[in-house]
């Protein structure tokens, strides 16, 4: 039967008999963005676009008129989020399979994130492991889907044997 963890009563990562098919995690805290955070991870990956860095060309030039945060900042976000949750004891990160930046994010929009546990699979050559999928999504104040990915995790597990 799947479970609905509150992060806030978690330890910093699972081992993969924690993992339950069907299992929801519910990130926490959230994060708002700043136009700071935003300018400055633009700056810091050179992504100069003027639609996350210059409010004149947002205003006058895009359909939104004002700055959009850029994606790979909304998602590196709801990635850290779900790290404690899915990925803190991970061996290692082994694949994002998809990821969709499905509405815009601007300046001062707090987002939050959950994580449902897809599958689990013990490691067939290596018995003190597994890969586990999960899709998680980051939500805006509002609600509205603003960024989901399915990743796949390799964590190890607590009793090898």
Not at 39 to 45: A, G, K, Q
Not at 102 to 128: M, Q
Not at 129 to 158: A, M
Request: proline share 6%; hydrophobic share 35%; net charge neutral.
């Amino acid at each position: 039967m799947p479970r609905e963890i509150d992060a806030r009563e978690t330890r910093f990562g699972r081992y993969l008999e924690d993992f339950q098919v069907g299992d929801v995690y519910k990130h926490w805290p959230g994060k708002t963005i700043t136009e700071a955070d935003d300018h400055l991870f633009c700056m810091i990956t050179m992504n100069h676009h003027p639609l996350h860095t210059d409010a004149h060309y947002a205003e006058t030039e895009t359909q939104f008129k004002r700055n959009v945060v850029v994606g790979n900042l909304v998602y590196s976000l709801v990635l850290g989020m779900s790290v404690p949750d899915v990925s803190g004891k991970a061996i290692a990160n082994l694949e994002v399979e998809s990821l969709k930046h499905a509405k815009p994010t601007f300046h001062g929009d707090t987002i939050y994130a959950r994580t449902t546990v897809v599958d689990v699979v013990p490691s067939r050559s290596k018995p003190d492991r597994g890969v586990v999928t999960v899709d998680t999504i980051g939500t805006n104040q509002r609600g509205d889907v603003v960024c989901e990915f399915r990743r796949k995790v390799l964590v190890p597990k607590r009793n090898p044997g």
